[in-house]
């Protein structure tokens, strides 16, 4: 009989599912937003009742299943009490009652609603997957299992490293009352080395900032105060309230007593950005945060390294989005090696929880793919739906290319054309890897404005990346790092600028991703058809999305945003469809 393991991110934010075989072998994984076309997919639970067809695809019918879940029972438990005490009732969410720390920096109004809605999520967690199992397949074994939150977090970012050992640091918002945790990773195993408990969140410092700055953080928002930063410059006095906020000690956040909060949020409240006020406005606001970040975040790297558990440095968490830090870290620390997995976030711990599931099942069989775990576990688009595209869609200007489909498409982009490149399997995490992605030629002043007001219809200050071809990062990029899911910023060197201005951002970064053939041989084909066309190495990159979706899905939302926007371009597989 086979046997399957399911796991389910079920945060209320940020969810997804993944299953992975009985030899531990990840089958699939997928945010739960991309399916339903919603950001961050908030209140969708990852097991909706149209997982079905996933699970027949995937999942042999004579099959044991291990359902594991991201919440530990524990925590589980603290809720109920807390329901019991009429905590989550509509008068308390209205009128908050019973004491909770207003160190969260946030409205306590907000806290109860947060608080509510993971109660809700951890009680009807796996029904939808049970329910679907029973309709699916002749059930005759199926179990569940609960993680603790931070652990999930830690068994995906360790056991998807290229790594034996390291020091791995989970950096969050608020799971299960942690925020910080530092495990120790050695052949396979996991030791929980010290945590951070309580409201004081590095992660919601960070949600501050970005409230503070005038973005919405409830929807993700903290990349606009990544890409405006470098636009800034260091403000004094915002730099000494934020210092004072938050400090860190010992493995510890510590903020001030409550009444002091209250003093410091005003000061900072008068610094805030007002809603019908240029971004702009905020640039020094987005810098001095993004430098205060940096600063705690080196902190408590430098006693993680004082540990002296590995030179290899494993970061996991929301914080481990932050690529701009990322980026610093080889540099400014004693860690020889860092490793950020493709999906840091809570999407990532559906993976982490079916890995803790099979260890508990197999503790000597080796978890993970070494030494490249591969994204490319998502959705794919069939052929055959493509063929009843050419059949029944009456689009004219649509050719199939199965042999030359790289240079086609390198020649459309060398020629300045926007293209939406879809291939095979999509990418696990928030950020295109050259299978969902917007491509288009980084040598162009203007291009960056060109997608930013034409296709993605988003702030003017918001850079793109490079993908650029493994041979050549050292000559482009001063202290190069392989980067192969875009989780860390490097700096240009001085001659390559130039080159390529689209992808070069103000603070003269980019954040990269390497590309190898090995890695992914169909975007290798192009880069490397494009470089043999123009002598770059690189193209721009950029999700296949608008501001406010997620990546695109299906191939009816390729085709929508496809007219719906500037761009020149579609290819999909072997198919290439372009404007007259």
């Not at 001030?256 to 003093?263: G, L, T």
């Not at 860690?335 to 711990?349: C, I, T, W």
């Not at 190069?480 to 070069?504: D, H, I, N, S, W």
């Not at 494009?530 to 979706?549: A, C, E, H, R, W």
Request: neutral net charge; charged residues 25%.
């Amino acid at each position: 009989m086979h046997k399957y393991y399911i796991g389910l991110s079920n945060t209320f934010h940020d969810s997804s599912l993944a299953i992975m075989d009985g030899e531990g072998k990840i089958l699939f994984a997928e945010a739960t937003e991309r399916r339903l076309q919603y950001k961050r997919a908030l209140n969708c639970p990852p097991d909706n009742f149209d997982i079905g067809p996933i699970l027949k695809k995937y999942c042999n019918q004579d099959s044991q299943f291990v359902v594991a879940t991201t919440w530990s029972e524990d925590y589980l438990q603290a809720l109920n009490r807390l329901e019991r005490m009429n905590f989550f009732s509509e008068e308390s969410l209205k009128n908050p009652q019973i004491q909770v720390p207003s160190k969260f920096l946030f409205p306590k109004a907000s806290i109860y609603t947060i608080l509510k809605l993971q109660h809700q999520f951890l009680k009807t967690v796996g029904t939808g997957i049970l329910l679907n199992l029973q309709k699916h397949f002749p059930l005759k074994n199926i179990t569940f299992k609960k993680y603790e939150h931070h652990l999930t977090h830690a068994a995906y970012a360790s056991y998807t490293s290229p790594y034996t050992d390291g020091a791995c640091l989970i950096m969050d918002g608020f799971g299960e009352a942690k925020s910080i945790s530092l495990y120790g990773y050695k052949d396979d195993h996991l030791k929980q080395l010290w945590c951070h408990k309580g409201p004081e969140s590095l992660g919601w410092f960070y949600e501050l900032i970005t409230t503070l700055c005038g973005f919405d953080w409830f929807t993700g928002e903290e990349w606009k105060v990544m890409g405006l930063a470098p636009y800034g410059k260091i403000n004094q006095a915002i730099y000494v309230l934020l210092k004072e906020l938050c400090q860190y000690k010992n493995g510890k956040l510590k903020y001030p007593a409550e009444k002091k909060i209250q003093e410091l949020m005003l000061k900072l409240n008068a610094y805030k950005r007002p809603t019908d006020s240029s971004p702009w406005t905020a640039a020094d606001l987005a810098f001095t945060g993004q430098f205060v970040f940096s600063e705690i975040a080196l902190e408590m790297l430098k006693d993680v390294e004082s540990l002296e558990l590995s030179k290899n440095l494993i970061i996991g968490g929301g914080c481990g989005l932050n690529s701009s830090f990322n980026g610093t870290v080889i540099e400014k620390t004693g860690f020889d090696n860092l490793f950020v997995p493709s999906a840091p976030a809570d999407d990532g711990n559906s993976i982490g929880a079916a890995m803790l599931a099979f260890k508990e099942d197999n503790p000597n069989k080796i978890t993970g793919q070494r030494p490249f775990f591969s994204p490319y576990i998502g959705s794919s688009i069939s052929d055959e739906t493509i063929k009843r595209l050419v059949q029944l869609g009456q689009i004219k200007n649509i050719r199939h290319l199965p042999l030359t489909i790289h240079t086609e498409t390198a020649k459309k982009l060398a020629e300045g054309k926007l293209v939406a490149w879809v291939q095979g399997r999509a990418e696990f995490g928030p950020r295109s890897l050259g299978n969902r992605s917007i491509i288009a030629d980084p040598r162009p002043q203007n291009m960056k404005e060109i997608i930013n007001s034409k296709v993605k219809f988003r702030e003017e200050f918001r850079p793109f990346a490079p993908s650029i071809l493994h041979e050549f990062g050292e000559e482009y990029f001063e202290n190069y790092q392989e980067t192969p899911y875009m989780e860390r910023t490097l700096v240009f060197r001085e001659g390559v600028k130039a080159k390529v201005p689209a992808v070069v951002h103000a603070n003269h970064t980019g954040r990269l991703q390497t590309v190898k053939k090995e890695w992914n041989p169909s975007y290798y084909k192009l880069i490397k058809a494009f470089y043999d066309i123009t002598g770059v190495p690189l193209v721009l990159n950029t999700s296949l999305n608008i501001m406010g979706k997620p990546i695109i899905h299906s191939l009816e939302d390729a085709i929508g945003m496809f007219y719906t926007t500037g761009l020149d371009v579609l290819v999909v597989n072997d198919y290439i469809i372009e404007k007259d």
